[in-house]
């Protein structure tokens, strides 16, 4: 399992068009992965589940995934999230 905390950059937070981004990232790996705010952990390869968490900027959010691409599927998801949804 591999973790790591990361603070939303970009105004509007995790809305409808960086969730999707956010998703279709996520689903590259083969990890399982979450994303976690305030104690509710969502599946990251769910728009709903993503959306349901109402991630805002500058929100602090943890990104966890366990499997064999761990390492490389929270650390692309967190420099997502880093760069404002622009990378």
Known sequence: M?????????KVGLHARPATF??????????????????????????????SLGILGQHQIRIIADGTDEKEAVDALVNLVESGFTA
Do not use: H
């Open 22 to 51: 956010f998703i279709q990232r996520a689903n590259e790996y083969q990890s399982s992965i979450w994303v976690e705010r305030d104690e509710r952990r969502v599946n990251a390869k769910s728009l709903l589940g993503v959306l």
């Open 2 to 10: 591999y973790v790591r905390d990361v603070i939303v950059k970009n």
